[in-house]
Nanobody, 117 residues
Framework: QVQLVESGGGLVQPGGSLRLSCAAS????????MGWYRQAPGKEREWIAT???????NYANSVKGRFTISRDIAKNAVYLQMNRLEPEDTSVYYC???????????WGQGTQVTVSS
């Protein structure tokens, strides 16, 4: 059974930083794309970043240069370092996993990030 559990969200001032963590179980990083989406109130879920089984990283234009995705295979964890946060980054952030060959998407329960002064 796949479980993804996010942590690290909270309230931060504009320009600040947060690091989100996703603890994964039941999923093999060498077979799955892992990454992050976010969803703000009244908006569709938005893809943010992915790390592929081979370690390549891809980012949405809205976060490129500010956010960094990483993974620790030994710990079965995925991280999202978020710098220079803006009020527009306020959302619930979701960790996901999906087989690189296609198939179901697994989701975490989400963690709230609020950027406000």
């Amino acid at each position: 059974q796949v479980q993804l559990v996010e942590s690290g969200g909270g309230l931060v001032q504009p320009g600040g930083s947060l690091r989100l963590s996703c603890a994964a179980s039941g999923i093999v990083f060498s077979l799955n794309n892992m990454g992050w989406y976010r969803q703000a109130p009244g908006k569709e879920r938005e893809w943010i970043a992915t790390v592929t089984p081979g370690g390549s990283r891809n980012y949405a234009n809205s976060v490129k240069g500010r956010f960094t995705i990483s993974r620790d295979i030994a710990k079965n964890a995925v991280y999202l370092q978020m710098n220079r946060l803006e009020p527009e980054d306020t959302s619930v952030y979701y960790c996901y996993g999906r087989r690189a060959s296609g198939g179901s998407t697994y989701w975490g329960q989400g963690t709230q990030v609020t950027v406000s002064s």
